[in-house]
């Protein structure tokens, strides 16, 4: 007899649409690796889904591609990868192996990719099943949680480190200080950029950690002037990078006329909606590189699982609030509300107990 899990669902395109089913534990064969899931963080690409407005996920499917866990069983062809070892893994399920983006393991860029969370169950459920290239072990000083937001790390390091070269001298923008922003910050001011931080008036919390956490200008575009203020810091010439982080068509609007003459803008945050207005005079008139920043690849998990060992993220404040598997809707609102920074939940808190790595004392982390 099969054995049966949980599993939170999207059962079909539209708002919500979202249920805790039972199904059953995947079958291990071959390359794969079934992962005993410890923690799940919400993405925003998430909550898109759950809105109905994200159109990658094939339904039905189990959400969920930022996790870690624990090795509870291996296929047949799996070398490297042992029972018993805690480990995170990359979002790529499977690929085509013969483009010419898989030969240079841009798996990300793969037309026949299939992800965790979109086109494969993903790890919002009891277990979960990964192939064992796409599989990283964990040091033996990172967390499961901190773990668990390697994956958003690694889209942050893809956008710094391979879709623009970020540079100790450089000044930068960053809009939206969400989870993602933030991880943009945190990156940039382990090589000592300087960062000018971008948020509305209800992100003043963000806001103020963004300074905790090393912004060198934090600005509330609701009440002080963006374009005076990155004037006055660069002298007058602009910003050299700027990475949007909101998926807000009137931030990016914002910051395109910012930046320095040849400058570069990278696209992380997802738009609400296919098509937007962009101001495609700054782009041109200022030649502007404007690029987009697709998830992640191979060569960004090592830096992201580096950056997290080392203690370059601060992992216990990103985490605000956990909840058990069970309360996963109640996990979602919180998030849509708008005021946590990360919120895990937790598939097996019998096994891995809901509590952070540190005493945070001064904030309500942890719901049954």
């Known amino acids: 007899m099969s054995k049966m899990m949980k599993g939170v669902c999207k059962t ?19 390359d794969k690796v079934l992962i005993k899931v410890a923690y799940t963080g919400i993405c925003g690409s998430d909550i898109h889904t759950f809105k109905g407005e994200y159109k990658n996920p094939t339904t039905p499917v189990v959400l969920g591609h930022e996790f870690s866990g624990k090795v509870v069983a291996v296929g047949e062809d799996v070398t490297t ?26 798996y990300n860029l793969c037309p026949h990719r299939k992800g965790l969370g979109t086109q494969q169950n993903g790890s ?20 499961y949680e901190g773990a ?25 923008l960053i ?84 930046l320095k003459k040849t400058g570069q803008f990278i696209q992380v945050g997802l738009f609400a909606t296919k098509l937007v207005e962009i101001d495609t005079e700054s782009i041109i008139q200022r030649e502007i590189s404007y690029k987009g920043s697709r998830s ?24 605000t609030r956990k909840f058990t598997l069970s309360n996963w809707r109640t996990a979602f609102e919180k998030v849509m509300e708008g005021h946590e920074i990360k919120v895990m939940i937790a598939s097996n808190p019998d096994e891995f107990p809901l509590e952070l790595a540190h005493d945070n ?7 049954n």
Request: charged letters at 25%.
């Open 81 to 106: 990868v042992k029972v018993g070892e805690r480990v995170t893994s990359e979002t790529t399920f499977s690929v085509c192996n013969e483009c010419e983006y898989c030969q240079k393991k841009q």
């Open 175 to 258: 809009t939206g200080p969400g989870p993602i922003g933030l991880f943009l910050l945190q990156i940039a001011k382990e090589i000592g950029a300087f960062v000018i931080m971008t948020g509305i008036t209800k992100d003043a919390h963000r806001l103020q950690l963004a300074k905790e956490m090393g912004a060198d200008i934090i600005v509330d575009t609701l009440q002080e002037d963006l374009a005076e203020i990155v004037d006055k810091a660069t002298n007058g010439v602009g910003v050299d990078k700027a990475y949007d982080a909101s998926g807000s068509p009137l931030a990016v609007n914002a910051s395109l006329p910012l």
């Open 12 to 30: 079909e395109p539209g708002y919500d649409k979202m249920a805790l089913i039972d199904l059953e534990v995947p079958e291990v064969t071959g």
């Open 296 to 319: 992640q690849n191979p060569y960004d998990w090592p830096i992201a699982i580096h950056l997290l060992a080392k203690g370059a993220i601060d992992i216990d404040r990103m985490i």
């Open 361 to 367: 004392t001064d904030k309500e982390a942890i719901t």
């Open 124 to 143: 919002l459920a009891n277990f979960v099943l990964a192939r064992e290239e796409s599989v990283h072990i964990l040091p033996d000083n990172l967390s």
């Open 148 to 172: 668990a937001m390697s994956e958003p790390l690694a889209c942050c390091v893809h956008a710094m480190y391979q879709m623009s070269h970020l540079e100790l001298q450089d000044k930068i």
